[in-house]
């Protein structure tokens, strides 16, 4: 599968372009929240066969481009299941946020997803992994050397947990789940470089518990939420 990222919008965002090699055919990851990602996409040559557009949640700057992707590509639209209340939010989130300029339609989405579900692109199987905690539906679809990750993981850092309908104690969890995939998988993060699951499980300061609890030697932990090794590391300090 090739991965080809486009970052777009005021937010900055990764966006992602899926192909899967054999046949050609070519999924949209996320969208922003301007037209950009359209004429982006639309200036390719050849034009990419695209077959369905993914969401890994439903944040203004992953989704709010959404109904202006679905005007020139009517294809079926998958959204994790659990986001749907953030997502019915998107016209007024921006209101939300205090940037009611960037309230948006909600679109269309044609299928609602769960842990396991997945989906085929061509001849490449992608599957779904909930990681909430950013947001109650945040997911990741990955084949075997890739994930797309949205804002569940950064290199070096991780997606914001301070946001309405956020969960820390749930994103401490996803990302134990999702550092038990293979190490050398590639991952394509909502912003910011791509990085490894390996690289991460090392070094990122966010990571520090999951270290601890699986004695990994690594870089120093940071106490990123409420009771989450802080004592130990206040002692340490």
Same mark, same amino acid.
């Given at each position: 599968?090739?991965?080809?990222?486009?970052?777009?919008?005021?937010?900055?965002?990764?966006?992602?372009?899926?192909?899967?090699?054999?046949?050609?055919?070519?999924?949209?990851?996320?969208?922003?929240?301007?037209?950009?990602?359209?004429?982006?996409?639309?200036?390719?040559?050849?034009?990419?066969?695209?077959?369905?557009?993914?969401?890994?949640?439903?944040?203004? =700057?992953?989704?709010?481009?959404?109904?202006? /992707?679905?005007?020139?590509?009517?294809?079926? !639209?998958?959204? %994790?299941?659990? @986001?749907?209340?953030?997502?019915?939010?998107?016209?007024?989130?921006?209101?939300?946020?205090?940037?009611?300029?960037?309230?948006?339609?909600?679109?269309?989405?044609?299928?609602?997803?769960?842990d396991g579900d997945t989906v085929t692109l061509g001849e490449t199987?992608?599957?779904?992994?909930?990681?909430?905690?950013?947001?109650?539906?945040?997911?990741?679809?990955?084949?075997? =050397?890739?994930?797309?990750?949205?804002?569940? /993981?950064?290199?070096?850092?991780?997606?914001? !947990?301070?946001? %309405?309908?956020? @969960?820390?104690?749930?994103?401490a969890e996803s990302l134990r789940r999702l550092t038990l995939l293979?190490?050398?998988?590639?991952?394509?993060?909502?912003?910011?470089?791509?990085?490894?699951?390996?690289?991460?499980?090392?070094?990122?300061?966010?990571?520090?518990?999951?270290?601890?609890?699986?004695?990994?030697?690594?870089?120093?932990?940071?106490?990123?939420?409420?009771?989450?090794?802080?004592?130990?590391?206040?002692?340490?300090?």
């Amino acid at each position: 599968m090739e991965v080809t990222c486009f970052t777009v919008g005021m937010f900055q965002v990764n966006t992602y372009l899926l192909k899967d090699t054999p046949t050609g055919h070519c999924a949209i990851v996320d969208t922003g929240e301007s037209d950009e990602l359209v004429h982006r996409l639309k200036a390719l040559e050849p034009a990419p066969d695209i077959k369905m557009i993914l969401l890994t949640h439903t944040h203004l =700057d992953h989704a709010g481009a959404l109904t202006l /992707l679905q005007e020139h590509w009517d294809v079926p !639209t998958y959204m %994790p299941a659990a @986001d749907r209340p953030l997502f019915e939010t998107l016209p007024h989130q921006g209101t939300m946020f205090g940037m009611p300029h960037l309230d948006r339609p909600c679109g269309r989405i044609d299928h609602e997803v769960h842990d396991g579900d997945t989906v085929t692109l061509g001849e490449t199987t992608l599957r779904f992994l909930p990681t909430p905690g950013h947001t109650p539906g945040q997911g990741c679809w990955h084949d075997d =050397d890739d994930i797309i990750v949205g804002d569940t /993981l950064f290199s070096g850092s991780i997606g914001r !947990t301070d946001f %309405p309908l956020s @969960d820390p104690e749930m994103m401490a969890e996803s990302l134990r789940r999702l550092t038990l995939l293979p190490g050398h998988m590639r991952v394509h993060s909502g912003h910011g470089p791509m990085t490894t699951l390996g690289e991460e499980l090392k070094n990122n300061p966010f990571l520090g518990y999951i270290r601890d609890e699986r004695g990994i030697v690594g870089a120093p932990g940071f106490p990123w939420m409420p009771g989450l090794g802080l004592q130990k590391y206040e002692e340490e300090s």
